[in-house]
């Protein structure tokens, strides 16, 4: 049996069904290279579960997902995921070799960004396009579709959520800096201008996090303020066309 359970974006917002779950398992894993899981959490969790939890790597939900599932064939696994289980495509991939494998699986949901961070916002969650995600570039490695994601986005009068890398190297989140730098380059890379497209943008910390931070002012003061947000998981929210009712409520994230 395969327990997918989702931790949620805060501390302790395992679901109540999520965390007995946890405790009625022979075996329980980790994954913490699509968002990183503070220690206590894990510590929290262990004592909930009075057992050593391991963590694993990206390699072991995707290249060597039969032999990690192979823990669920003669016990009941459970594997701990960050945010909502299923938000992931990794996930997804995972569930359906269990199902190939004839491995029973249950699904435990929990908070995400993608939703926490929209209502957060104040902007309607109707008028968001699709989500797109700041990579971090390499010598042969520097895309930009999310450039043109976020200029689809805005042409079609939806706003954009913008979701920041993690470096798998050592799990750093990409910092809002940073963020900034790669989409200057995108724009430059594509001649793709969507920094002249929105006037105001949300910078958004830590969401359902201790030390919850967002602000919303024009580029040029995000990124002047961007080394408020070191250490947190950060992400973006592109703006398109913002009605009086969302700006009433957005504004009271004014820098």
């Not at 995108?186 to 910390?205: H, N, P, Q, V």
């Not at 919850?212 to 947000?229: E, G, H, R």
């Amino acid at each position: 049996m395969l327990f997918l359970i989702g931790l949620g974006i805060g501390y302790k917002e395992i679901s109540v069904r999520g965390l007995e779950a946890l405790k009625s398992s022979d075996s329980a894993m980790m994954e913490s290279y699509t968002v990183p899981v503070p220690s206590d959490y894990v510590k929290y969790l262990e004592g909930e579960f009075q057992k050593p939890i391991l963590m694993i790597k990206r390699s072991d939900m995707e290249e060597n997902m039969r032999s990690t599932l192979a823990n669920a064939k003669n016990g009941t696994l459970a594997v701990l995921v960050p945010g909502d289980p299923l938000i992931a495509t990794t996930h997804h991939k995972f569930i359906d070799k269990a199902h190939e494998m004839g491995i029973e699986t249950a699904i435990f949901h929990a908070s995400s960004v993608l939703s926490s961070a929209i209502s957060e916002s104040g902007l309607d969650a109707y008028k968001f396009g699709p989500t797109a995600t700041v990579p971090f570039w390499s010598n042969n490695y520097k895309p930009t579709s999310f450039i043109n994601l976020i200029s689809k986005n805005l042409d079609n009068k939806e706003h954009t959520l913008l979701l920041l890398d993690l470096d798998h190297r050592d799990s750093h989140p990409m910092k809002l800096s940073e963020a900034f730098q790669l989409i200057d380059s995108a724009e430059k890379a594509t001649s793709i201008k969507i920094t002249g497209k929105s006037k105001k943008w949300l910078a958004m910390g830590n969401i359902g996090r201790e030390g919850q931070l967002i602000m919303y002012s024009d580029i040029d003061t995000l990124k002047k303020n961007a080394d408020k947000f070191d250490g947190k998981v950060s992400c973006i929210i592109v703006p398109s066309e913002v009605s009086f009712a969302e700006e009433e409520s957005v504004s009271s994230h004014s820098v």
